[in-house]
């Protein structure tokens, strides 16, 4: 046999090696093409299970068993089997279930009878739910967004009995000292003015809440000798048409937030005047807000007319630093101090003088001691917070004579409104 070249030996290898290769691409081919029609057959040629246990031998089954998913053979064949069950006693079915609950079922079975009477005293559940549908008769909450004189109200306790005091500094954010000194120094229970005009009131006000204080808004109205006692800017005049008015007192409700009421600056003259005071009571009953009269006029018409117009109002009583001395002051708070024990509450308005400070600190001190207690002033408005009264205490069931007293109690606060009248 001649020797090959190199070149012919690289072509009969390649070519063995693509036989080779034809080869076993052949094989894999067959292989697949008959690897399910062999697998198919080897399942026809296993013998078959047939499932057609009696019910006794079906429990013997292995629990094993009941795991795996039955044949869709079996499944066919067990159908059968289930007309079978209807023609055991299904009296004998309920006793083999339920060996062990004879015992107790037997006197459920008895029960029925007795527990009639509990269906006969179902009254006692009408009763609870007629006691329920009676809580209504109280005064029904309030529906919606509540006011802004509520939202922004100091808590305080309604039925707290004890004469009530309600003092507010007046005139603040113009002296930053001074209203520093209000805000910071004062117990929370003293209510704090803040004037419109006064240059970043609205930052005032966040301080001022934040330390616990409840909060008015002055705002600048008519005096009797205007103009020459001129409130500033933007002051409510009799000689002005309503929209005028309207304008400015919307334009002084917008420069702050947190404030329960508003308060005249100055104003003796305004408060006078029926047909320019009703659209303006009109724009602070919209918004929410008290109306405080602070004029001591006793012909003001702020509360008759909020009254009429249903706006919450208060009305001072005195100025404690009319006289910016240590002595009249000392008298203006002993006057106040009757007042509230004479009609339950008082009013008192003074200036964040530094003498005023210096009297009031340890006045409010002493205020305990005689049973006085400072109260915020939509405390002491003529309405009401609903839900802020703290209910009485019920009285025992079988003591209900203890009840006609309970009633005076809670209504010993009642006559406080008269005088916001």
């Not at 998913?69 to 339920?98: F, G, L, R, S």
């Not at 269906?119 to 009763?127: L, N, R, S």
């Not at 305990?368 to 703290?390: F, R």
Request: without cysteine.
């Amino acid at each position: 046999m001649a020797e090959m070249s190199p070149r012919q030996f690289r072509i009969a290898l390649f070519a063995g090696v693509l036989a080779y290769a034809a080869l076993l691409l052949a094989l894999f081919g067959w292989l697949a093409f008959n690897g399910e029609a062999t697998t198919q057959k080897r399942i026809e040629q296993t013998p078959s299970v047939t499932v057609s246990l009696t019910p006794e031998e079906k429990a013997d089954v292995p629990s094993s068993w009941s795991d795996q998913a039955a044949p869709p053979e079996a499944e066919v064949k067990a159908t059968p089997i289930e007309p079978a069950e209807p023609e055991m006693p299904p009296e004998a079915d309920a006793e083999e279930t339920t060996p062990e609950e004879p015992p107790e079922a037997k006197p459920l079975e008895e029960t029925p009878e007795e527990d009639k009477p509990s269906t006969e005293d179902a009254p006692p559940a009408v009763e609870v739910n007629s006691v329920e549908e009676a809580k209504p008769a109280a005064p029904p909450a309030p529906t919606g967004p509540r006011p802004k004189w509520q939202r922004f109200a100091r808590p305080f306790n309604q039925g707290d009995t004890r004469p009530r005091i309600g003092l507010v500094i007046t005139d603040l954010g113009m002296s930053t000292s001074a209203t520093q000194v209000a805000v910071q120094e004062l117990p929370g229970a003293v209510t704090l003015a803040f004037s419109s005009l006064a240059p970043d009131v609205d930052e005032w006000m966040v301080q001022a809440r934040a330390a616990g204080h409840e909060l008015l808004l002055t705002v600048p109205m008519e005096p009797e000798n205007y103009p020459q006692n001129d409130p500033g800017p933007n002051t409510l005049l009799t000689s002005l048409p309503d929209k005028d008015n309207v304008s400015r007192i919307r334009w002084a409700l917008a420069r702050a937030d947190g404030f329960v009421a508003v308060m005249p600056a100055m104003g003796e003259k305004f408060v006078l005047a029926e047909e320019k005071l009703v659209p303006v009571l009109d724009v602070i009953r919209d918004e929410g807000l008290m109306m405080v009269d602070s004029t001591l006029n006793k012909d003001s018409l702020i509360a008759p007319l909020s009254r009429l117009g249903k706006v919450p109002f208060a009305r001072a009583d005195l100025w404690i630093d009319a006289a910016a001395a240590r002595g009249a002051i000392q008298e203006q708070l002993a006057k106040l101090e009757e007042l509230a024990k004479a009609r339950g509450q008082a009013i008192g308005i003074a200036m964040p003088y530094p003498v005023t400070f210096e009297q009031l600190k340890p006045w409010i001190e002493g205020l305990e001691a005689k049973g006085i207690v400072l109260a915020p002033l939509t405390a002491l408005s003529s309405e009401e917070i609903p839900g802020s009264a703290v209910p009485p205490a019920p009285a025992p069931a079988a003591a209900p004579a203890e009840t006609p007293e309970s009633t005076p109690q809670s209504t010993e606060s009642l006559p406080e409104s008269p005088q916001n009248e």
